[in-house]
């Protein structure tokens, strides 16, 4: 796991001091990605920066790599993320002529672009299994190309300029360099009021992330966007007891994969059915006693209040798996206080980059991955788990599958506060048109639905399901990845995710919702698939998301910081709101408990507020 950025430019020597400084500029702003080495290389109109987290082949595995022929460079590669088949592919590149002197993944691809790559790069990237995002420079082509593993896992960003391109894992790489404006204009404004992905709009104008599942090629003659991956109909014909096997046989072999690091390895427990599988799974398929870690809250056990989102606290789930499966575990338990710290606020934006937050999860999550990163290096996640194999409750409300829009902004687990009178500039509102926005997003992604074959095909609610799934794969799911690695490689840690294996994926989207809900339930294919793992009780538990602190006193110190917001003369998101409405909004009573769902609009006037001071945006309008 890494850091990457770079520049080609085709009309300039990147060689030039002056463009090595911003070379090492760029790179200097993924330290915190890969805090054991840092590596350039430079080559005409073509510069790369790296740095590097060093998991597999320790000393081998220093970027940028590159590949001979002749005594001329080939190729040069940065990459960051992990090739779980990596061993298979060096068999096969092997038995074909090729030869390795490094036992690393990175090598791996870069003999799997030559040896299948020369026609199309995706006829090699397909050959990969992992989570990565790289880029690959050839000279003699002249060529860049920008690579994304199929789910998003890793981030790529690229931003377009007139004679090429530069590029970066997290937009602080990109705007590091001149070319590139920090402005924000209206539909970024859009995209970062929105809780949905859209790799076309990163918020900053002209910036754009590579889409999940493609190729970006960059020549002379210009930028292309190639897909190598896409969900499709598998034409499912498999019995739910077959497809349960499958599914067991497919997580089994995942695992085994995704174990493999010359670094200590953790999981990441929360007592729901998908990381508790995931620990039990790899607790069966290592020699060594699993270490496990779970976040928790203050008081949150012992004053807990069910509500619509989550129904039990993980406490008590995650200490009964951690005796069953035999993990040492450690809780990791945070106040309010350190939620709310200055700094773990600060770093939580400067992780994230961009203004898209969702509050206190952001900054617990930093805060458990600071702790975890005292320990391990790599850990392994059950992220994923609800959108492959339909665990939200959104999922199984008939009125939420009903409405037409995006699930999770119209059934439980945002719109409480998201569906309030407005807090912005009335103007502005209007101006932003954010339900057309939604709604133009919307459409464009139920247009790529794939369609359903077979007897299914002529189920409405069949057909339906599918669009959800759909939706949740590519436009929630991706926004909550990135939460993930912004959060971890903020710390250096490499955090995996099984369940976001393709070939998981592939044959679990394909399956019937008649399938994934077979007895009755969510999850139902996970649940018959790892029960013979787990105690009955986390076997029946209802998913409870990710938890949020209910402490009220958070809420309050929300308040104290927007009203105080108010009243600086110097505020950049203070133009922007309707400030009776917000005033409004502040005289409310506080609840005895606060959810997330609560205060989702307070947190994003604070976040908006604080990245237009500390990235120097400007806004366009």
Not at 34 to 56: F, S, Y
Not at 166 to 186: I, M, Q, T, Y
Request: proline residues 6%; contains cysteine.
């Amino acid at each position: 796991m890494c850091g990457i950025c770079g520049w080609v430019d085709h009309e300039r020597d990147l060689g030039a001091p002056a463009a090595r400084r911003e070379l090492a500029d760029m790179t200097a702003t993924m330290a915190c990605r890969g805090p054991d080495d840092e590596g350039t290389w430079v080559d005409g109109p073509a510069a790369l920066g790296h740095r590097r987290l060093a998991v597999i082949d320790l000393p081998g595995g220093r970027q940028p790599m590159t590949l001979q022929d002749e005594g001329r460079t080939a190729l040069a590669l940065v990459y960051s993320g992990e090739t779980y088949n990596f061993r298979e592919l060096r068999e096969r590149l092997a038995a074909a002529g090729h030869r390795f002197g490094t036992n690393s993944d990175t090598e791996v691809v870069l003999h799997a672009h030559r040896e299948w790559g020369r026609r199309d790069p995706r006829d090699a990237v397909r050959e990969l299994n992992g989570m990565f995002a790289y880029a690959l420079w050839d000279p003699l082509a002249r060529e860049l190309v920008l690579v994304r593993d199929r789910l998003g896992i890793k981030p790529l960003y690229y931003y377009p300029t007139p004679h090429g391109v530069l590029f970066g894992s997290e937009p602080k790489a990109v705007l590091a360099n001149a070319l590139a404006a920090r402005v924000v204009d209206a539909d970024g404004l859009r995209r970062a009021l929105t809780f949905s992905a859209d790799p076309g709009n990163a918020v900053f104008r002209g910036l754009r992330e590579v889409p999940p599942g493609h190729v970006v090629r960059v020549t002379r003659d210009g930028i292309r966007e190639l897909p190598y991956w896409r969900l499709e109909d598998t034409g499912h014909t498999d019995d739910v007891p077959t497809t349960v096997r499958h599914v067991r046989e497919l997580l089994e072999d995942t695992a085994q994969r995704q174990l493999v690091a010359d670094v200590p390895l953790c999981t990441l427990l929360s007592g729901g059915l998908d990381s508790s599988a995931l620990t039990a799974l790899a607790a069966r398929n290592t020699t060594d006693r699993v270490r496990s870690f779970a976040v928790d809250f203050t008081g949150y056990t012992e004053n807990f209040s069910a509500d619509d989102v989550r129904g039990t606290p993980d406490g008590p789930y995650v200490h009964e798996v951690a005796e069953f499966v035999g993990t040492v575990h450690t809780d990791i338990t945070l106040s309010t206080d350190e939620l709310m710290e200055p700094g773990a606020r600060a770093a939580t934006l400067h992780a994230r980059d961009l203004p898209i937050t969702t509050g206190d999860l952001d900054t617990s999550l930093y805060l458990l991955f600071r702790a975890v990163r005292q320990h391990s290096t790599v850990a392994l996640s059950g992220e994923s788990a609800d959108e492959v194999f339909g665990g939200y409750r959104d999922f199984h409300d008939a009125d939420t599958v009903a409405a037409d829009t995006f699930p999770w902004m119209a059934g439980r687990m945002l719109n409480t506060d998201m569906t309030r009178p407005g807090l912005l500039d009335q103007a502005l509102a209007k101006q932003l048109d954010l339900p057309g926005y939604v709604e133009a997003q919307y459409r464009t992604a139920l247009a790529e639905v794939p369609g359903l074959t077979g007897p299914a095909a002529a189920d409405p609610h069949e057909r339906r399901m599918r669009e959800i799934c759909y939706l949740y794969l590519t436009r929630f799911l991706p926004v909550l990845l990135d939460r993930k690695d912004r959060m971890s490689m903020a710390v250096g840690l490499e955090v995996r995710v099984p369940f976001c294996d393709h070939r998981l994926v592939e044959y679990v989207f394909g399956t019937p919702w008649s399938h994934k809900t077979f007895d009755g339930r969510e999850k139902s294919l996970l649940r018959a698939a790892t029960a013979d793992l787990l105690p009955d009780s986390v076997v029946q538990r209802v998913k409870s998301p990710y938890p949020s602190t209910q402490d009220a006193g958070y809420e309050r110190m929300l308040r104290a910081q927007l009203a105080a917001l108010l009243e600086r003369p110097d505020s950049p998101v203070a133009q922007l709101l309707d400030p009776v409405a917000v005033r409004e909004r502040l005289a409310e009573p506080v609840n005895d408990q606060s959810g997330m769902g609560a205060r989702v609009r307070l947190e994003q006037i604070l976040t908006l507020d604080a990245w237009f001071t500390d990235y120097g945006v400007t806004l366009d309008l």
